[in-house]
């Protein structure tokens, strides 16, 4: 049996106070990246803070500026509450993406960015809604946009001692139709072996694809084809996400089977969101 | 130097307090300190479903879960189901549709159905497909788990 402390937290001064001062300090929430990693010999923790308790954490509300999602709310619950399902659904697509139904209940958004698989279900769209991170720790708070927040695989622009503390996604929200679409082994559990968001925002395209480099990214040279030279052909603006890209083989798919899927995946993404 | 904290916790409707292991998943404590075998251990990695337990009434993997996190929760989990002798409805479908074979996922399945039948007691096709997502039965027989759980359903 792994040996660490336990801390159940219940104010941020105390997380704050606990990371500041400790090495090796893992917040838990969900716990579902975080227990598999333990034991796989990922993560060398010396102490777990319990966060899921913090009120300030379990906000998930919507307000006149956009939606805010806390650190400890389960990506069931984001996939159920209205304001995401009815205005941006293809963040609740995302969510519901992630594992299985049981580990959605306690796995939270914030974990699964934190834990910055390039295959992160619920990255590629949050990608393309401008979604930022609130992040705090003892000195204070500060905002990252997501597209800065991952920095490569499994690292992010957290620095010690700082905490997510929500996820922001601001208004106006796109008014138009948005998909997440996913290639992976099995219909579930698996993680993507390629993942694309791809959300209309009217006339212009924001497309994100994920488990095809070291983060996610945008696929910019499509999204210049079609919002700035006004590319209707979708299958010839697809082809073009290969710029924006550099897969690996392993062992969910070849670097080729990831370089085809993802052109087939926008293409047919562009093809579900932009009439024509 | 494996540190043990107190926790307080419901476990199938009883009040109970006990000493946990920092580092001890709720798989474990299940099995080994409340002696409850009935949940069982397969992958350890959350994706094969045969540990889920009712936390709080939601269906959760315990063995992604610590002990300790146990504190003031409520937990249900396949011993719980059957009240005075009597097996709950959803435990006596499996068994008329003889929705197993080994039997090694059944209180996982049976702990899931319970769950989405609690929340959707006429659930689709595409609600048992999503309430099961978590839960993989080798010996294939998923035919039969629906036809139970269609049969539990309220019409």
């Not at chain 1, 159920?80 to 697509?93: E, G, H």
């Not at chain 1, 996913?182 to 959300?199: E, F, I, N, W, Y």
């Not at chain 2, 479908?93 to 959707?120: E, N, V, W």
């Not at chain 2, 006429?122 to 309430?131: G, L, V, W, Y």
Request: negative net charge; charged residues 25%.
């Amino acid at each position: 049996m792994l040996s660490y402390e336990y801390v159940k937290c219940t104010d941020l001064n105390q997380v704050f106070q606990l990371m500041d001062k400790g090495e090796q300090v893992y917040p838990l929430a969900g716990g579902t990246d975080l227990m598999v990693g333990m034991r796989g010999g990922k993560y060398a923790a010396k102490m777990l803070i319990d966060i899921k308790g913090l009120e300030e954490l379990k906000v998930l509300k919507e307000d006149e500026k956009g939606i805010t999602i806390g650190a400890a709310v389960t990506l069931n619950e984001i996939t159920l509450f209205a304001p995401v399902q009815k205005n941006i659904p293809i963040l609740a697509d995302g969510c519901h993406s992630v594992g299985s139904y049981s580990i959605r209940n306690r796995a939270t958004l914030a974990g699964n960015i934190c834990n910055a698989s390039p295959a992160a279900d619920t990255a590629a769209p949050l990608c393309c809604l401008d979604a930022s991170v609130n992040i705090v720790s003892s000195s204070g708070t500060r905002a990252v946009p997501i597209g800065e927040f991952f920095t490569g695989p499994g690292k992010t622009a957290l620095q010690k001692g700082e905490l997510v503390q929500s996820i922001f996604i601001p208004k106006p929200y796109p008014q138009a139709k948005g998909v997440y679409s996913k290639a992976s082994r099995t219909g579930s559990v698996d993680l993507a072996t390629v993942g694309v968001a791809v959300q209309s925002w009217g006339n212009q395209v924001r497309i994100a694809v994920g488990a095809v480099a070291p983060t996610p990214v945008r696929a910019v040279s499509v999204e210049k084809a079609v919002n700035e030279k006004g590319e209707k052909d979708w299958a010839n603006a697809a082809k073009l996400v290969h710029n924006d890209i550099s897969p690996i083989t392993d062992l969910r798919g070849s670097r080729e089977y990831r370089f085809h899927m993802v052109e087939v995946l926008v293409r047919r993404g562009l093809e579900q969101t932009m009439e024509v | 130097m494996s540190e043990k904290v107190n926790i307080n916790f419901s476990v199938n409707g009883d009040q109970e307090t006990r000493e946990a292991v920092v580092g001890q998943t709720l798989l474990k404590f299940i099995r080994d300190e409340l002696h409850l075998t009935g949940t069982k251990e397969g992958c350890e990695i959350g994706e094969c479903g045969a540990c889920i337990v009712l936390l709080n009434g939601k269906p959760v993997n315990s063995c992604m879960v610590l002990a300790v996190e146990l504190d003031g929760q409520e937990l249900v989990t396949i011993e719980g189901l059957a009240k005075n002798g009597e097996l709950d409805r959803i435990q006596q479908a499996f068994i008329d549709h003889a929705a197993f074979q080994c039997g090694y996922c059944t209180p996982g399945m049976i702990i899931s159905a319970r769950a989405l039948l609690d929340r959707k007691p006429s659930p689709t096709d595409e609600d048992i497909n999503e309430a099961l997502s978590g839960n993989l039965c080798r010996c294939g027989a998923y035919q039969e788990i629906r036809e139970a759980i269609k049969a539990s359903s309220k019409k």
